[in-house]
């Protein structure tokens, strides 16, 4: 853990939320962050919108991929919906072909304890603040707390479901002194801290900043609920799960935009839209990071032949397309569209939208004895969605199974490249400690787009559970001599 020493400056230019031009200083450097930095609500703001502004890319200086490339390589490598290209790397051939090494650079996960950091000198530092300032309220005061706890809780989020146990360190890093080997906690364990923290970070964060582009670019009370509610789904608590989807759904702000040709436009590249919960925010042309991976002429993926004949089904009518295959891929060439097709790019990545409650409610339902109210949630989806008919099934309500099944398939469609893809899977695979239809669902899914002369490798080392996580990098583990490999990763 060693490597969570981070560098400076990384608070860039945060065009979308301030004109701040202030850098914090996280390195080791005893005094300096406390004394020369802490001292107003304005130096909380600017700490806050760092955090915020390493979800974009990484720090001036820092060779790393960014955080969202992570999100995509780790959500969509293991699962069925890209295929490789000539110009895959072979670490991304070798996690898509289930023959992950720790010496794969996918699996370097400093950029998610980057943010971690920034958010704990936030929960650490803004006290001291707090004191010096005597303008700096509790209600803003608060707002902030709640925003860190809430990051920090999505980074952990993403980090339990990719690699199972991880570290579990709630303070700053930002002195020599702070460097401590900890190894890692259990991921029931790093849950349970989740919920608690956002349980708390509920009751400090507005519903509202005032504007729609904050409301969706900002952590909001219902961002926190947004993921609280994934959180219990993938605990298998259902009854909270849709308890916390319902404190979204109460809210009519929120809503579908009309399934025309104009919704990929109003709520990927516009953004700010109705549908959005939570969207990392371009509100100035990004590095756009996709078009390397998916749309250049050396592109590294496509979308597998899988998405064009099964999940978006051609239509015999050539007037009725769904509206989210139009606005996601081209048919003709695989090309992935959806991040966009220019760099830099002003394209949203979303986080939590609209459906995605809705979705969740739904999976909640279907296995609470709501299988009737779930699949009515997912037809008024297909609706808004123009979603064609040879794509509809019709699961009986009282088979939690196979409604689950439907509303996987839904999902697909609905986040298509979105680096959710793997972590559904897995959930529903999972779930109830791999049933045999959960086992099964895995090996139909993932053995889709492995090599052929690797597939019964790969389907044999699924029936492992430990391998649906990725193994932890060597660097960390001789930085940190209390860290231990995952289980797989050590026969």
């Known amino acids: 853990m060693k490597r969570l020493i981070y560098h400076t400056c990384f608070l860039f230019a945060l065009v979308a939320f301030t004109s701040c031009n202030k850098f914090l200083d996280l390195s080791p450097q005893d005094g300096i962050t406390k004394q020369e930095f802490w001292k107003s609500k304005e130096d909380v703001k600017a700490a806050v919108f760092g955090c915020y502004s390493s979800l974009l890319a990484p720090p001036p200086g820092v060779r790393d991929k960014a955080l969202t490339e992570y999100i995509f390589l780790w959500g969509e490598l293991r699962a069925d919906m890209i295929s490789k290209t000539t110009y895959s790397t072979e670490e991304e051939k070798s996690v898509m072909d289930m023959n992950i090494l720790s010496t794969n650079s996918i699996t370097n996960w400093a950029s998610f304890y980057r943010t971690i950091n920034y958010c704990n000198t936030v929960l650490d530092f803004s006290p001291e603040a707090k004191r010096q300032d005597p303008t700096f309220s509790n209600e803003e005061y608060n707002q902030y707390i709640g925003e860190a706890l809430t990051l920090r809780s999505l980074m952990y989020f993403y980090l339990v479901r990719t690699f199972g146990d991880v570290p579990l360190k709630l303070t700053a890093t930002a002195r020599d002194t702070d460097i401590k080997e900890i190894g890692k906690a259990k991921q029931a364990d790093i849950l349970n801290q989740l919920v608690s923290d956002l349980k708390k970070a509920q009751t400090y964060l507005p519903a509202t900043y005032g504007t729609a582009v904050m409301d969706k670019g900002r952590i909001t009370s219902y961002a926190a609920d947004a993921l609280l509610a994934e959180v219990y789904l993938w605990m298998e608590k259902y009854p909270e799960c849709i308890q916390e989807c319902n404190k979204v759904l109460a809210d009519t702000k929120f809503g579908y935009v009309a399934g025309n040709s104009a919704w990929y436009n109003t709520v ?157 899977i897995l959930r529903h695979a999972k779930r109830g400690g791999y049933t045999t239809h959960g086992k099964a669902l895995l090996d139909g899914y993932v053995g889709k787009t492995v090599s052929i002369s690797l597939q019964q490798s790969a389907i044999n080392k699924l029936k492992d559970p430990n391998s649906h996580y990725l193994p932890i990098n060597e660097n960390e583990l001789f930085s940190d001599t209390k860290l231990v490999q995952n289980p797989f990763y050590t026969k």
């Open 268 to 424: 990927f590249f516009l953004g700010s839209s109705k549908e959005t919960i939570f969207e990392f925010s371009n509100a100035s042309p990004q590095a756009n990071i996709f078009y390397d991976l998916l749309v250049n002429t050396r592109k590294r993926f496509t979308a597998s032949t899988f998405v064009g004949t099964e999940i978006f089904i051609p239509s015999e009518d050539p007037d009725s397309v769904d509206t989210r295959g139009d606005g996601t891929f081209f048919l003709s060439n695989l090309t992935i569209t959806k991040h966009g097709t220019e760099n830099p790019a002003y394209v949203n990545f979303q986080v939590y939208r609209y459906s995605d409650i809705k979705l969740m409610k739904a999976e909640a339902l279907a296995l609470t004895s709501g299988g009737a109210e779930a699949l009515a949630i997912v037809e008024e989806l297909r609706g808004f969605r123009n979603a064609v008919a040879a794509t509809k099934l019709t699961p009986d309500p009282s088979d939690p199974d196979a409604v689950c099944d439907y509303i996987l398939d839904e999902r697909g469609r609905e986040f298509a490249f979105e680096g959710k893809r793997w972590f559904d």
